[in-house]
């Protein structure tokens, strides 16, 4: 167990080091320092709220994650300007996926699953997903932008909706859908597949994307007149990928 002020600070010190090794121009570093310190930021702020003070093994393998998804970020902000280093960035994000599915085990056979966890966990997979859409929808088509805004457009209607601000009941079909976007991305990346397959396997993973979030707002509809005595989750902060 680590102090968690410790834990964001480490990260932040394992990018820069990180950076300094990928060597991205001035915007690489401004785009990946920038998300580094927006989400310890964040995340500081979620512990506390959470009465969180340590972090376990399992919340450290879920911001190791999120600190290959800032130096993807990073990455991806360099191609813009000519410097499209696609095997590196492709890497790392591959690398980050295939956390995704070590933190649960961590967390349950540790015995250190938390709500805190669950929504870093959360986090940390949208934000990889939204920077890695940014990337492909260079040569995919814009389109491909909703499969990394998806998760923050609900989020923001969660806090001007109020029926949407009910607790969702967990479901692990919500993590699956996002390890297939995870990968679908990972993959037009890398340009392995031609255009044709590559837009089916990016259009699947937009179709499945709309049917998670869309069961959930189905959900939360049919009990707008309920009491919501579990209601606030969401402007809490609550991540809809909740359960690792």
């Not at 512990?47 to 993807?72: E, F, I, K, S």
């Not at 990337?135 to 805004?149: K, N, P, Y």
Request: hydrophobic letters at 55%; aromatic letters at 8%; proline letters at 3%.
């Amino acid at each position: 167990m680590i102090d968690v002020r410790r834990g964001l600070a480490a990260c932040v010190l394992a990018l820069v080091v990180l950076l300094g090794a990928l060597r991205p121009g001035p915007e690489g570093w401004v785009a990946g320092l920038g998300c580094a310190l927006v989400l310890a930021v964040a995340a500081g702020r979620r512990a506390g709220a959470d009465g969180v003070d340590r972090l376990g093994p399992a919340d450290l393998v879920t911001l190791a994650r999120a600190t290959l998804a800032c130096a993807v970020a990073a990455l991806v902000a360099g191609s813009f300007t000519g410097d499209d280093e696609v095997a590196t960035l492709v890497a790392l994000a591959a690398v980050a996926l295939a956390l995704d599915f070590v933190d649960g085990r961590v967390a349950r056979r540790t015995g250190t699953a938390s709500s805190f966890g669950g929504r870093i966990d959360g986090e940390a997979d949208a934000f990889l997903i939204l920077v890695l859409s940014v990337h492909v929808a260079r040569t995919e088509g814009a389109w491909v932008l909703a499969l990394g805004l998806v998760r923050y457009v609900y989020a923001v209607a969660s806090w001007v909706v109020p029926w949407m601000q009910r607790r969702l009941p967990p479901r692990y079909w919500r993590k699956v859908v996002a390890a297939y976007v995870g990968v679908a991305l990972v993959v037009a990346a890398s340009g392995v597949l031609p255009a044709a397959a590559s837009y089916v396997v990016l259009g699947v993973a937009l179709v499945l994307l709309a049917e998670s979030f869309g069961w959930d707002v189905v959900w939360l509809w049919r009990r707008r007149g309920v009491n919501r005595a579990d209601a606030g989750d969401v402007r809490k902060g609550k991540s809809l990928q909740q359960n690792r």
